[in-house]
């Protein structure tokens, strides 16, 4: 029981550093700061292994205002069905982040799927929303999962998409997934 109450703690401390950094207006000291909180890289990772694997890129709004942001990394091909292009997070308009799935058959706008993710010996099932254009899954969960909440260990994310026409299976590497967020964090436009 006090190792549960230790990692707790530790969990709301984390969550309370994350959340100091985010509020610094400064693009750069925004960066530093979610830096500190990354744990040390091992020696023999390149530099900047999160550039070649996570894909930062920046899309111009048609109608004006500040670029959209996201991050985005590839379905491993070897594990994944065609339908699955890989998993997307993207800066909001209001704070903080948003998960999606994407992919490449689209499903109907606004539609509702279940998503399975594969957490080793345990599975959980996750409401997923289909975005307007139909060609991504909006995942009802915050992005510092994978960075200092229940979901910092994996090594991949496994998910099956439920259809009626057919299930989609995939996987998708997260090495380089907590650089690349601070990365991201720190690009996204200020309100």
Same mark, same amino acid.
């Given at each position: ?7 707790? =703690? ?8 994350? @959340? *100091? ?8 000291? *925004? ?12 020696? @023999? ?20 205002g500040p670029d ?11 594990? %994944? ?29 606004? %539609? ?14 996750l409401h997923a929303?289909? %975005? ?19 979901? *910092?260990?994996?090594?991949?994310l496994s998910v ?5 026409? %057919? ?10 997934? =907590?650089? =690349? ?11």
């Open positions: 029981m006090v190792g549960a109450t230790l990692g707790f =703690a530790q969990e709301r401390d984390s969550q309370q550093d994350f @959340d *100091r950094c985010k509020a610094i207006a400064s693009d750069s000291a *925004r960066l530093d700061c979610l830096k500190q909180l990354l744990p040390n890289a091992s020696s @023999d990772a390149p530099a900047d292994s999160a550039g070649a694997i996570w894909r930062l890129i920046r899309t111009p709004r048609p109608n004006g959209a942001v996201a991050i985005m990394r590839t379905a491993d091909t070897a594990q %994944s069905d065609p339908d699955l292009a890989g998993l997307m997070i993207r800066c909001q308009d209001k704070p903080g982040l948003e998960v999606v799935l994407a992919l490449l058959r689209p499903f109907p706008a606004r %539609s509702k799927r279940d998503v399975v993710v594969n957490l080793g010996s345990t599975t959980s099932i929303e289909t %975005s307007t254009p139909g060609t991504a899954l909006v995942l009802p969960i915050d992005a510092t999962f994978f960075t200092i909440g229940p979901w *910092r260990h994996l090594k991949q099956e998409i439920r259809d009626a026409e %057919s299930n989609v299976r995939g996987v998708i590497p997260l090495d380089g997934l =907590a650089p =690349a967020l601070a990365k991201l964090l720190a690009s996204c436009p200020s309100g």
